[in-house]
Protein backbone atom coordinates (compact mmCIF):
# COMPACT_ATOMS: atom_id res chain seq x y z
CA UNK A 1 0.00 0.00 0.00
CA UNK A 2 1.12 3.53 -0.50
CA UNK A 3 0.54 5.80 2.17
CA UNK A 4 2.63 9.05 1.23
CA UNK A 5 2.32 10.59 -2.41
CA UNK A 6 5.82 11.40 -2.69
CA UNK A 7 8.86 8.10 -3.27
CA UNK A 8 9.89 7.44 -0.08
CA UNK A 9 12.20 5.46 -1.51
CA UNK A 10 13.01 1.88 -0.20
CA UNK A 11 16.79 2.56 0.36
CA UNK A 12 16.04 5.51 1.70
CA UNK A 13 13.82 3.51 4.32
CA UNK A 14 15.98 1.06 5.12
CA UNK A 15 19.37 3.29 5.84
CA UNK A 16 17.18 5.51 8.00
CA UNK A 17 16.50 2.23 10.45
CA UNK A 18 19.70 1.47 10.07
CA UNK A 19 21.10 5.29 11.29
CA UNK A 20 18.33 5.63 14.00
CA UNK A 21 19.97 2.93 15.66
CA UNK A 22 23.42 4.71 15.37
CA UNK A 23 22.20 7.90 16.12
CA UNK A 24 19.63 7.42 18.39
CA UNK A 25 22.34 5.50 20.20
CA UNK A 26 24.97 8.58 19.75
CA UNK A 27 22.39 10.59 21.04
CA UNK A 28 21.84 9.19 24.23
CA UNK A 29 25.50 9.26 25.32
CA UNK A 30 25.62 12.77 24.48
CA UNK A 31 22.29 13.56 26.40
CA UNK A 32 24.53 11.44 29.31
CA UNK A 33 27.45 13.65 28.63
CA UNK A 34 25.71 16.87 28.96
CA UNK A 35 24.34 15.78 32.03
CA UNK A 36 27.64 14.97 33.39
CA UNK A 37 28.98 18.19 32.31
CA UNK A 38 26.15 20.36 33.93
CA UNK A 39 26.75 18.42 37.56
CA UNK A 40 30.71 18.98 36.88
CA UNK A 41 29.91 22.66 36.43
CA UNK A 42 27.39 22.68 39.34
CA UNK A 43 29.91 21.24 41.54
CA UNK A 44 32.69 23.54 40.43
CA UNK A 45 30.46 26.19 40.64
CA UNK A 46 29.63 25.26 44.57
CA UNK A 47 33.09 24.57 45.66
CA UNK A 48 34.51 27.92 43.89
CA UNK A 49 31.58 30.17 45.85
CA UNK A 50 32.74 28.44 48.99
CA UNK B 1 -22.69 35.76 -6.59
CA UNK B 2 -19.26 33.73 -5.44
CA UNK B 3 -16.43 34.62 -7.46
CA UNK B 4 -14.50 31.76 -10.10
CA UNK B 5 -12.05 29.34 -8.40
CA UNK B 6 -8.54 29.37 -9.71
CA UNK B 7 -6.41 26.42 -8.38
CA UNK B 8 -3.50 27.15 -7.07
CA UNK B 9 -1.20 25.19 -10.14
CA UNK B 10 1.26 23.91 -7.63
CA UNK B 11 -1.27 22.30 -5.42
CA UNK B 12 -2.04 19.12 -7.55
CA UNK B 13 0.61 15.96 -6.22
CA UNK B 14 -1.43 15.58 -2.77
CA UNK B 15 -4.79 13.67 -3.37
CA UNK B 16 -6.02 14.41 -0.35
CA UNK B 17 -6.31 18.37 -1.08
CA UNK B 18 -5.24 20.60 -2.66
CA UNK B 19 -4.87 24.90 -2.31
CA UNK B 20 -6.87 27.26 -4.73
CA UNK B 21 -7.88 31.26 -4.73
CA UNK B 22 -11.45 32.81 -5.27
CA UNK B 23 -11.61 36.46 -5.56
CA UNK B 24 -8.77 38.17 -2.59
CA UNK B 25 -8.73 34.96 -0.06
CA UNK B 26 -6.79 31.59 -0.48
CA UNK B 27 -8.35 28.41 0.61
CA UNK B 28 -7.47 24.97 1.31
CA UNK B 29 -9.77 22.09 0.29
CA UNK B 30 -9.63 19.06 2.15
CA UNK B 31 -10.68 16.10 0.54
CA UNK B 32 -12.45 13.04 1.50
CA UNK B 33 -8.93 10.82 1.48
CA UNK B 34 -7.59 13.30 3.62
CA UNK B 35 -10.48 14.07 6.12
CA UNK B 36 -9.84 11.48 8.77
CA UNK B 37 -5.97 12.52 8.87
CA UNK B 38 -7.42 16.54 9.25
CA UNK B 39 -10.22 15.30 11.97
CA UNK B 40 -6.87 13.22 13.76
CA UNK B 41 -4.98 16.63 13.67
CA UNK B 42 -7.53 18.33 15.43
CA UNK B 43 -8.06 15.84 17.46
CA UNK B 44 -4.94 15.35 18.97
CA UNK B 45 -4.11 18.65 20.04
CA UNK B 46 -1.11 19.35 17.50
CA UNK B 47 -3.38 21.77 15.35
CA UNK B 48 -3.82 24.03 18.60
CA UNK B 49 -0.20 23.60 19.62
CA UNK B 50 1.01 24.42 16.28
CA UNK B 51 -1.53 27.61 15.82
CA UNK B 52 -0.58 28.67 19.47
CA UNK B 53 2.83 28.64 18.62
CA UNK B 54 2.46 30.68 15.27
CA UNK B 55 4.28 27.59 13.30
CA UNK B 56 1.56 27.19 11.19
CA UNK B 57 0.16 29.70 8.77
CA UNK B 58 -3.51 30.19 10.11
CA UNK B 59 -6.76 28.95 9.07
CA UNK B 60 -10.44 29.02 10.07
CA UNK B 61 -12.70 26.13 8.98
CA UNK B 62 -15.86 27.20 6.88
CA UNK B 63 -19.18 25.72 6.28
CA UNK B 64 -19.77 22.63 4.90
CA UNK B 65 -19.63 23.72 0.77
CA UNK B 66 -22.35 22.22 -1.14
CA UNK B 67 -20.84 21.11 -4.17
CA UNK B 68 -20.07 18.04 -5.77
CA UNK B 69 -16.29 17.73 -4.48
CA UNK B 70 -17.37 18.09 -0.69
CA UNK B 71 -14.51 17.86 1.21
CA UNK B 72 -13.77 20.55 4.12
CA UNK B 73 -12.71 24.09 3.35
CA UNK B 74 -10.50 26.05 5.16
CA UNK B 75 -9.44 29.71 4.47
CA UNK B 76 -5.87 30.72 4.86
CA UNK B 77 -4.13 33.48 6.12
CA UNK B 78 -2.75 35.42 3.33
CA UNK B 79 1.37 35.36 3.28
CA UNK B 80 2.37 38.86 1.91
CA UNK B 81 5.28 37.14 0.02
CA UNK B 82 6.49 33.97 -1.24
CA UNK B 83 9.85 33.24 -1.92
CA UNK B 84 11.44 29.98 -3.41
CA UNK B 85 14.07 27.96 -1.01
CA UNK B 86 16.83 28.78 -4.15
CA UNK B 87 16.03 32.74 -3.25
CA UNK B 88 16.98 31.98 0.36
CA UNK B 89 20.31 32.73 2.44
CA UNK B 90 22.02 29.93 4.51
CA UNK B 91 20.49 31.02 7.63
CA UNK B 92 16.93 30.74 6.14
CA UNK B 93 17.39 27.33 4.74
CA UNK B 94 18.81 26.29 7.90
CA UNK B 95 15.69 27.95 10.27
CA UNK B 96 13.19 26.71 7.49
CA UNK B 97 14.64 23.08 7.76
CA UNK B 98 14.58 23.07 12.21
CA UNK B 99 11.06 24.16 11.81
CA UNK B 100 10.32 21.63 9.46
CA UNK B 101 11.98 18.80 11.86
CA UNK B 102 10.11 20.38 15.22
CA UNK B 103 7.20 20.05 13.78
CA UNK B 104 7.89 16.27 12.96
CA UNK B 105 9.23 15.81 16.33
CA UNK B 106 5.79 17.49 17.34
CA UNK B 107 4.00 15.49 15.49
CA UNK B 108 5.35 12.16 16.43
CA UNK B 109 4.37 13.24 20.09
CA UNK B 110 0.81 13.26 19.55
CA UNK B 111 0.58 10.73 17.21
CA UNK B 112 0.85 12.15 13.62
CA UNK B 113 3.32 12.60 11.35
CA UNK B 114 4.56 14.82 8.43
CA UNK B 115 3.88 12.96 4.50
CA UNK B 116 6.02 15.34 3.20
CA UNK B 117 9.20 17.10 3.98
CA UNK B 118 9.36 19.91 0.98
CA UNK B 119 11.33 23.32 1.50
CA UNK B 120 8.54 24.42 -0.53
CA UNK B 121 6.27 23.88 2.43
CA UNK B 122 7.87 26.35 4.36
CA UNK B 123 7.23 30.03 3.84
CA UNK B 124 7.84 33.58 5.93
CA UNK B 125 6.11 35.66 8.26
CA UNK B 126 7.87 38.82 8.26
CA UNK B 127 11.34 37.15 9.42
CA UNK B 128 9.74 34.13 11.02
CA UNK B 129 9.52 30.60 9.25
CA UNK B 130 5.60 29.23 9.27
CA UNK B 131 4.63 25.89 7.66
CA UNK B 132 2.03 26.25 5.41
CA UNK B 133 0.48 22.71 3.79
CA UNK B 134 -1.86 22.00 6.62
CA UNK B 135 -2.49 18.75 4.45
CA UNK B 136 1.42 17.17 5.06
CA UNK B 137 -0.25 16.22 8.75
CA UNK B 138 -1.41 12.16 8.85
CA UNK B 139 -1.70 9.62 11.08
CA UNK B 140 1.46 7.75 12.82
CA UNK B 141 1.61 4.07 12.01
CA UNK B 142 3.22 2.55 14.71
CA UNK B 143 6.83 1.75 14.28
CA UNK B 144 7.31 2.74 10.67
CA UNK B 145 10.39 4.87 9.63
CA UNK B 146 9.71 8.15 8.95
CA UNK B 147 8.71 8.44 4.93
CA UNK B 148 9.71 12.05 4.16
CA UNK B 149 13.37 11.10 5.72
CA UNK B 150 14.81 11.16 2.10
CA UNK B 151 13.06 14.36 1.14
CA UNK B 152 13.94 16.15 4.10
CA UNK B 153 17.70 15.37 3.39
CA UNK B 154 17.66 16.33 -0.60
CA UNK B 155 15.65 19.67 0.14
CA UNK B 156 17.30 20.67 3.26
CA UNK B 157 20.86 18.72 4.60
CA UNK B 158 22.22 18.09 1.36
CA UNK B 159 22.11 21.62 0.25
CA UNK B 160 23.21 23.19 3.90
CA UNK B 161 26.15 21.04 3.57
CA UNK B 162 26.94 21.97 0.38
CA UNK B 163 26.86 25.26 1.25
CA UNK B 164 29.12 25.17 4.46
CA UNK B 165 31.66 24.62 1.35
CA UNK B 166 30.08 27.17 -0.92
CA UNK B 167 27.02 29.34 -0.58
CA UNK B 168 26.60 29.70 -4.09
CA UNK B 169 25.71 25.89 -4.09
CA UNK B 170 22.26 27.43 -2.49
CA UNK B 171 21.49 28.94 -6.22
CA UNK B 172 21.66 25.55 -8.06
CA UNK B 173 18.49 25.16 -6.24
CA UNK B 174 16.71 26.73 -8.87
CA UNK B 175 16.95 23.89 -11.34
CA UNK B 176 16.34 21.25 -8.80
CA UNK B 177 12.71 21.46 -7.44
CA UNK B 178 12.88 17.89 -5.54
CA UNK B 179 16.26 19.11 -3.77
CA UNK B 180 19.67 18.07 -4.60
CA UNK B 181 20.25 14.60 -5.28
CA UNK B 182 22.24 12.47 -3.04
CA UNK B 183 24.79 11.09 -5.15
CA UNK B 184 25.55 14.81 -6.21
CA UNK B 185 25.50 16.04 -3.07
CA UNK B 186 28.01 13.52 -1.96
CA UNK B 187 30.82 13.97 -4.72
CA UNK B 188 30.59 17.78 -4.45
CA UNK B 189 31.10 17.68 -0.27
CA UNK B 190 34.67 18.39 0.43
CA UNK B 191 36.71 15.08 1.52
CA UNK B 192 36.61 16.11 5.49
CA UNK B 193 33.02 15.31 4.75
CA UNK B 194 34.37 11.48 5.50
CA UNK B 195 34.91 12.62 8.77
CA UNK B 196 32.05 13.66 9.65
CA UNK B 197 29.44 10.87 10.93
CA UNK B 198 26.59 12.82 10.20
CA UNK B 199 27.19 13.57 6.13
CA UNK B 200 28.37 10.02 6.36
CA UNK B 201 25.55 8.47 6.98
CA UNK B 202 22.93 10.77 5.92
CA UNK B 203 24.74 11.57 2.88
CA UNK B 204 26.94 9.10 1.85
CA UNK B 205 25.72 5.64 3.01
CA UNK B 206 22.18 7.57 2.04
CA UNK B 207 23.26 7.85 -1.82
CA UNK B 208 24.80 4.19 -1.69
CA UNK B 209 21.86 2.34 -0.50
CA UNK B 210 19.43 4.71 -2.95
CA UNK B 211 21.35 3.70 -5.47
CA UNK B 212 21.66 0.08 -4.42
CA UNK B 213 17.78 -0.05 -4.15
CA UNK B 214 16.85 1.68 -6.80
CA UNK B 215 17.15 -0.78 -9.58
CA UNK B 216 16.10 -4.04 -7.08
CA UNK B 217 13.72 -6.72 -9.45
CA UNK B 218 10.45 -6.24 -7.89
CA UNK B 219 10.02 -9.42 -5.78
CA UNK B 220 13.28 -7.85 -3.90
CA UNK B 221 11.39 -4.63 -2.67
CA UNK B 222 9.96 -5.28 0.40
CA UNK B 223 6.25 -4.96 0.75
CA UNK B 224 5.82 -3.79 3.92
CA UNK B 225 8.15 -0.60 5.60
CA UNK B 226 11.00 -2.13 8.00
CA UNK B 227 10.35 -1.34 11.33
CA UNK B 228 11.37 1.32 13.54
CA UNK B 229 10.35 2.42 17.20
CA UNK B 230 9.09 5.74 17.47
CA UNK B 231 11.50 6.76 20.42
CA UNK B 232 14.40 5.32 18.27
CA UNK B 233 13.22 7.86 15.05
CA UNK B 234 12.58 10.59 17.30
CA UNK B 235 16.00 10.51 18.85
CA UNK B 236 17.57 9.97 15.61
CA UNK B 237 15.33 13.10 14.53
CA UNK B 238 16.52 15.22 17.48
CA UNK B 239 20.28 14.12 16.84
CA UNK B 240 19.62 15.83 13.52
CA UNK B 241 18.09 18.61 14.45
CA UNK B 242 20.84 19.70 16.95
CA UNK B 243 23.42 18.86 14.01
CA UNK B 244 21.80 21.17 11.46
CA UNK B 245 21.58 24.17 14.47
CA UNK B 246 25.36 23.59 14.55
CA UNK B 247 25.90 24.29 10.93
CA UNK B 248 26.77 27.64 9.97
CA UNK B 249 27.65 29.29 6.74
CA UNK B 250 31.55 29.68 5.35
CA UNK B 251 33.18 33.19 6.17
CA UNK B 252 33.63 34.78 3.26
CA UNK B 253 34.96 38.35 2.12
CA UNK B 254 30.70 39.94 0.99
CA UNK B 255 31.60 42.38 -1.65
CA UNK B 256 28.06 44.14 -0.76
CA UNK B 257 27.28 43.49 2.59
CA UNK B 258 29.08 46.44 4.42
CA UNK B 259 28.87 48.80 1.67
CA UNK B 260 27.31 51.04 3.93
CA UNK B 261 30.05 51.20 6.55
CA UNK B 262 31.88 54.47 6.77
CA UNK B 263 34.22 54.64 4.31
CA UNK B 264 33.44 52.28 2.05
CA UNK B 265 31.12 53.80 -0.51
CA UNK B 266 31.46 57.38 -1.44
CA UNK B 267 28.90 59.11 -0.21
CA UNK B 268 29.81 61.93 2.91
CA UNK B 269 27.98 61.73 6.06
CA UNK B 270 25.49 64.94 4.46
CA UNK B 271 24.92 63.11 1.37
CA UNK B 272 23.76 59.53 2.78
CA UNK B 273 21.56 61.35 5.44
CA UNK B 274 20.13 63.22 2.66
CA UNK B 275 19.85 60.26 0.86
CA UNK B 276 18.24 58.22 3.80
CA UNK B 277 16.17 61.45 4.17
CA UNK B 278 14.75 61.52 0.91
CA UNK B 279 14.12 57.82 0.61
CA UNK B 280 12.03 57.96 4.14
CA UNK B 281 10.13 60.99 3.02
CA UNK B 282 9.36 59.02 -0.26
CA UNK B 283 8.00 56.04 0.93
CA UNK B 284 6.40 58.31 4.23
CA UNK B 285 4.28 60.00 1.24
CA UNK B 286 3.48 57.03 -0.77
CA UNK B 287 2.80 54.32 2.24
CA UNK B 288 2.83 51.75 -0.42
CA UNK B 289 1.30 47.88 0.41
CA UNK B 290 4.46 46.55 -0.90
CA UNK B 291 7.87 48.19 -1.78
CA UNK B 292 10.48 46.33 -3.70
CA UNK B 293 14.42 47.23 -2.72
CA UNK B 294 16.42 46.26 -5.94
CA UNK B 295 19.76 45.43 -4.97
CA UNK B 296 19.36 45.93 -1.31
CA UNK B 297 22.84 44.89 0.02
CA UNK B 298 22.48 44.83 3.33
CA UNK B 299 18.68 46.22 3.82
CA UNK B 300 19.60 49.65 5.05
CA UNK B 301 17.31 51.48 2.83
CA UNK B 302 15.16 48.56 2.68
CA UNK B 303 14.51 49.26 7.20
CA UNK B 304 14.02 52.49 5.97
CA UNK B 305 11.26 51.35 3.20
CA UNK B 306 9.75 49.24 6.16
CA UNK B 307 9.00 51.78 8.34
CA UNK B 308 6.01 53.38 5.86
CA UNK B 309 5.53 50.55 3.77
CA UNK B 310 3.45 47.40 4.94
CA UNK B 311 5.28 45.00 3.17
CA UNK B 312 9.30 45.35 1.76
CA UNK B 313 10.93 42.60 -0.16
CA UNK B 314 14.82 43.31 -0.11
CA UNK B 315 16.67 41.67 -3.24
CA UNK B 316 19.93 40.95 -3.66
CA UNK B 317 22.43 38.88 -5.34
CA UNK B 318 25.16 38.71 -2.73
CA UNK B 319 24.25 36.32 -0.53
CA UNK B 320 26.44 37.15 2.36
CA UNK B 321 24.46 40.86 2.65
CA UNK B 322 21.50 38.90 2.37
CA UNK B 323 22.70 37.01 5.77
CA UNK B 324 23.62 39.62 7.28
CA UNK B 325 19.86 41.51 6.61
CA UNK B 326 18.02 37.89 7.56
CA UNK B 327 20.29 37.47 10.71
CA UNK B 328 18.97 41.65 11.50
CA UNK B 329 15.42 40.73 10.88
CA UNK B 330 15.27 36.73 12.03
CA UNK B 331 12.62 36.13 14.44
CA UNK B 332 10.42 39.26 14.18
CA UNK B 333 7.34 38.94 13.15
CA UNK B 334 6.41 42.64 13.00
CA UNK B 335 8.32 44.11 10.64
CA UNK B 336 7.84 42.74 7.50
CA UNK B 337 10.83 42.66 5.35
CA UNK B 338 11.52 39.50 3.24
CA UNK B 339 15.63 38.94 1.95
CA UNK B 340 15.54 37.30 -1.23
CA UNK B 341 18.58 36.41 -3.42
CA UNK B 342 17.91 37.73 -6.82
CA UNK B 343 20.03 38.23 -9.78
CA UNK B 344 18.38 40.72 -12.15
CA UNK B 345 20.15 39.28 -14.84
CA UNK B 346 18.86 36.16 -14.25
CA UNK B 347 15.92 36.51 -12.37
CA UNK B 348 14.63 33.09 -10.92
CA UNK B 349 12.29 31.64 -13.80
CA UNK B 350 8.66 30.36 -13.60
CA UNK B 351 9.84 26.75 -12.67
CA UNK B 352 7.71 23.22 -12.46
CA UNK B 353 5.66 22.08 -14.73
CA UNK B 354 4.71 24.26 -17.86
CA UNK B 355 7.15 26.18 -15.94
CA UNK B 356 3.61 27.31 -14.42
CA UNK B 357 3.87 25.70 -10.82
CA UNK B 358 5.83 28.57 -9.64
CA UNK B 359 5.96 32.06 -10.75
CA UNK B 360 8.98 33.30 -11.63
CA UNK B 361 10.63 36.50 -9.02
CA UNK B 362 8.98 39.59 -11.69
CA UNK B 363 5.59 38.24 -11.92
CA UNK B 364 5.79 37.70 -7.65
CA UNK B 365 7.33 41.38 -6.68
CA UNK B 366 4.84 43.98 -8.75
CA UNK B 367 4.80 46.41 -6.49
CA UNK B 368 3.39 50.64 -5.48
CA UNK B 369 6.94 51.65 -4.75
CA UNK B 370 10.23 50.27 -6.49
CA UNK B 371 13.96 51.55 -5.12
CA UNK B 372 16.52 51.57 -7.74
CA UNK B 373 19.38 52.94 -5.17
CA UNK B 374 23.10 53.11 -7.06
CA UNK B 375 21.72 49.48 -9.12
CA UNK B 376 21.13 50.92 -12.53
CA UNK B 377 24.58 51.77 -13.82
CA UNK B 378 25.29 47.81 -12.92
CA UNK B 379 22.58 47.12 -15.16
CA UNK B 380 23.59 49.35 -18.46
CA UNK B 381 27.61 49.37 -17.59
CA UNK B 382 28.50 46.26 -16.05
CA UNK B 383 25.77 43.98 -18.27
CA UNK B 384 25.26 45.91 -21.08
CA UNK B 385 21.64 46.56 -20.59
CA UNK B 386 20.05 48.90 -23.50
CA UNK B 387 18.43 51.82 -21.51
CA UNK B 388 15.41 50.61 -22.56
CA UNK B 389 15.40 47.97 -20.83
CA UNK B 390 16.66 49.33 -17.91
CA UNK B 391 13.31 51.57 -18.42
CA UNK B 392 10.96 48.68 -18.97
CA UNK B 393 12.27 47.08 -15.61
CA UNK B 394 11.28 49.89 -13.57
CA UNK B 395 7.98 50.54 -15.39
CA UNK B 396 7.19 46.91 -15.29
CA UNK B 397 7.57 45.93 -11.91
CA UNK B 398 6.14 49.17 -9.73
CA UNK B 399 3.83 52.08 -10.09
CA UNK B 400 6.39 54.35 -8.36
CA UNK B 401 10.21 54.25 -8.48
CA UNK B 402 12.92 56.25 -6.77
CA UNK B 403 16.05 55.90 -9.26
CA UNK B 404 19.92 56.83 -8.42
CA UNK B 405 21.92 58.01 -11.37
CA UNK B 406 25.44 57.14 -10.78
CA UNK B 407 28.18 59.45 -13.20
CA UNK B 408 30.85 57.98 -15.35
CA UNK B 409 33.09 60.01 -12.81
CA UNK B 410 32.02 57.99 -9.69
CA UNK B 411 34.79 55.89 -8.61
CA UNK B 412 32.11 52.78 -8.63
CA UNK B 413 31.49 52.97 -12.07
CA UNK B 414 35.02 53.63 -13.03
CA UNK B 415 35.87 50.53 -11.17
CA UNK B 416 33.45 48.86 -13.95
CA UNK B 417 34.75 50.35 -16.66
CA UNK B 418 38.11 49.40 -15.40
CA UNK B 419 38.34 45.95 -17.66
CA UNK B 420 35.60 46.90 -20.07
CA UNK B 421 35.53 49.33 -23.05
CA UNK B 422 33.21 52.64 -22.43
CA UNK B 423 30.39 51.41 -24.60
CA UNK B 424 27.41 53.59 -22.98
CA UNK B 425 27.34 57.16 -24.89
CA UNK B 426 23.85 57.21 -23.28
CA UNK B 427 24.85 57.00 -19.85
CA UNK B 428 24.33 60.91 -18.82
CA UNK B 429 21.90 62.76 -16.88
CA UNK B 430 19.84 64.55 -19.70
CA UNK B 431 19.36 61.03 -21.69
CA UNK B 432 18.78 59.24 -18.25
CA UNK B 433 15.62 61.48 -17.53
CA UNK B 434 14.83 61.47 -20.99
CA UNK B 435 14.56 57.84 -21.23
CA UNK B 436 12.57 57.77 -17.75
CA UNK B 437 10.29 61.00 -18.64
CA UNK B 438 9.18 59.36 -21.52
CA UNK B 439 7.51 56.48 -19.51
CA UNK B 440 6.72 58.21 -16.53
CA UNK B 441 4.31 61.45 -15.89
CA UNK B 442 6.19 62.75 -13.34
CA UNK B 443 10.03 62.68 -13.00
CA UNK B 444 11.55 64.81 -10.64
CA UNK B 445 15.35 64.82 -10.61
CA UNK B 446 16.89 65.93 -6.87
CA UNK B 447 20.77 66.27 -6.68
CA UNK B 448 22.29 64.73 -3.84
CA UNK B 449 24.34 67.25 -2.14
CA UNK B 450 27.83 67.13 -1.78
CA UNK B 451 27.89 64.19 -4.53
CA UNK B 452 27.58 63.87 -7.76
CA UNK B 453 24.66 61.15 -7.74
CA UNK B 454 21.06 62.34 -8.37
CA UNK B 455 17.71 60.58 -7.46
CA UNK B 456 14.79 60.50 -9.80
CA UNK B 457 11.92 60.43 -8.50
CA UNK B 458 9.20 58.58 -10.64
CA UNK B 459 5.39 58.27 -10.29
CA UNK B 460 3.35 57.07 -13.20
CA UNK B 461 0.32 59.39 -11.48
CA UNK B 462 1.34 62.06 -9.62
CA UNK B 463 -0.04 61.69 -6.68
Redesign the interface.
Known sequence: MI??????????????????????L???F?RIRAYFASKVRTFGGRRNAK | MQSEIQRDRASFRDPAGYVFRRGDGVFRRILSAGAADWQCFLDSGLADELDGRGDLVRWRTLPAPDDREGGIVLELEELDFLSMPCEWCFSQLKDAALLTLDLQLRALARGMSLKDASAFNVAWRGGRSVFLDHGSFERYREDEPWRAYGQFVRHFLAPLLLACKDVRFLRTLSTRLDGVELDFAGKNLPLRSWLDLHAIGHIHLHAGMEKKHSNSPLGKVPVAPPRLPKARLAAMLTDLKQYIARLSPPHAASEWGDYYCEGKNNYSEESFSFKSTLVDSVVSRLSPRRCVDFGANSGYFSKIAARHSAVTIAADMDCNALEALYLSVRGDESMRLYPVRQDLDNPTPGCGVFNEERPGFLARTKSQLGLFLAITHHLRIGSNWPMQSIVRLVHDQCENAVVEFVPKNDSQVQKLLRTRPDLCLDWNLPDYCAAFSAAFEHCEVIPIPGSERFILILEKTKK
Do not use: C
Open positions: FAYIDSGTGSMLLQVLLAGGFSLFFS
